[in-house]
C-alpha cells in the first residue's frame, strides 16, 4: 500500500520560511516524477512544483526564485523549502507521485498571516 505523509505546515508571517517534508512507504520513488501542489477553498488544485526522476525541476510561476524542490531517492522523500511566503500562499499543500493520477498525501496546511 503506496502511503505519502507530509508534514512541516503551519502558521508563519509573511516573509518567513517553511520546509514541508514527505515521506513514501509502499513504493520507491526512484523511478518517478515527485511534485508538491497546493489548494484553497474554491479553486482547482494546482501545481506549485515538480521534480522529475533524473532531477530535473519545474515550478509555478507565481513560486519561482522563492521555493526549492528536493528529493532524496535514499530516504524515500521529497521536500518543498518555501521562502519569502506570501498571504496568497497559503492553502493546503499535498505531496504527489507520479502525477495527477498517481499518488496523494493527506495534505498539510500553510498558513502566511500576520
Known amino acids: 500500500q503506496v502511503q505519502l505523509v507530509e508534514s512541516g505546515g503551519g502558521l508563519v508571517q509573511p516573509g518567513g520560511s517553511l520546509r514541508l517534508s514527505c515521506i513514501v512507504s509502499?513504493?520507491?520513488?526512484?523511478?518517478?516524477?515527485m511534485g508538491w501542489y497546493r489548494q484553497t477553498p474554491n479553486k482547482e488544485r494546482e501545481l506549485v512544483a515538480d521534480?522529475?526522476?533524473?532531477?530535473?525541476?519545474n515550478y509555478a510561476d507565481s513560486v519561482n526564485g522563492r521555493f526549492t524542490i528536493s528529493r532524496d531517492n535514499a530516504e524515500n522523500t521529497v521536500d518543498l523549502q518555501m521562502s519569502s511566503l506570501k498571504p496568497e500562499d497559503t492553502a493546503v499543500y499535498y505531496c504527489?507521485?507520479?502525477?495527477?493520477?498517481?499518488?496523494w498525501g493527506q495534505g498539510t496546511q500553510v498558513t502566511v498571516s500576520s
Open positions: 504527489n507521485l507520479g502525477g495527477v493520477v498517481g499518488y
Open positions: 509502499g513504493t520507491i520513488i526512484r523511478f518517478n516524477t
Open positions: 521534480i522529475t526522476n533524473t532531477g530535473h525541476t
